[in-house]
């Protein structure tokens, strides 16, 4: 089984639409986690981290459950600029550390 | 801040020939990783450093592939003799590790070297 899990997509949506991302972890020791933007052809750039109280900033909420072991990015009100692979991370809760990184989900959203 | 630096954009080599990729971090932070991007496997973390040690290899494919990190400014990833197999786009990413681990905002991404071995 993977480290991180995620829907590959794509996910086709129109503009306006709200979208949800859901991804599993298989380290329950897990503490932290991230999501990260990736543009086509470009490097991955941080979305925002997932707390355990659950998140927003401005359009974009991201959620925890930590029973479950899984992490959630809700998109609402969905721009043609949303376009991207959304990439789930979270970090080792062991040694150094490092972030482990789910492949990605890639969004497509049309006019 | 000039963020995470990495040289060249693009290259295209023929197999068997050494390839070296550049990655100068962001300065002030201690921990430098080089991962691995295709559409089959996606981010692969091939190794990473922490004050210009080198912490884990295991990522490393091969022998072929090597890294290192003379000094907080610059590391290379050097790949003798590259195969086509080896054709990807490698990311260098820097961050600031406290004694705690990783600090919140995560790693900062440089825009990757595209190799293609033909």
């Known amino acids: 089984r993977k480290e991180v899990e995620q829907d590959p997509g794509p996910f086709n949506v129109p503009e306006g639409a709200t979208v949800a991302f859901n991804c599993t972890y298989s380290n329950s020791a897990s503490q932290s986690f991230f999501w990260y933007r990736q543009d086509c052809r470009k490097e991955p750039k941080l979305l925002m981290s997932?707390?355990?109280s659950g998140n927003e900033d401005g359009r974009f909420t991201a959620q925890l459950n930590r029973a479950s072991q899984y992490i959630s990015l809700l998109i609402r009100d969905s721009k043609l600029s949303d376009s991207a692979t959304y990439l789930c991370v979270v970090k080792e809760d062991t040694g150094f550390q490092k972030l482990v990184f789910g492949t990605g989900t890639r969004l497509l959203v049309s006019p | 801040d000039a963020g995470v630096i990495q040289s060249p954009r693009h290259e295209v080599t023929e197999m068997g020939q050494e390839v070296t990729l550049r990655c100068k971090p962001i300065s002030g932070h201690n921990s430098l990783f080089w991962y691995r991007q295709t559409m089959m496997r996606g981010l692969e973390l091939l190794i990473y450093?922490?004050?210009?040690?080198?912490?884990?290899d295991s990522g490393m494919p091969e022998d072929r592939f090597s890294a290192k990190m003379p000094n907080a400014s610059f590391s290379t990833l050097k790949i003798q003799p590259s195969e086509p197999r080896d054709s990807a786009v490698y990311f260098c990413?820097?961050?600031?590790?406290?004694?705690?681990?990783?600090?919140?905002?995560?790693?900062?991404f440089g825009s990757g070297t595209r190799l293609t071995v033909v």
């Open positions: 990413a820097s961050s600031l590790m406290g004694t705690g681990g990783l600090t919140s905002y995560g790693y900062t």
């Open positions: 997932v707390y355990s």
């Open positions: 450093f922490n004050n210009n040690v080198p912490i884990d």
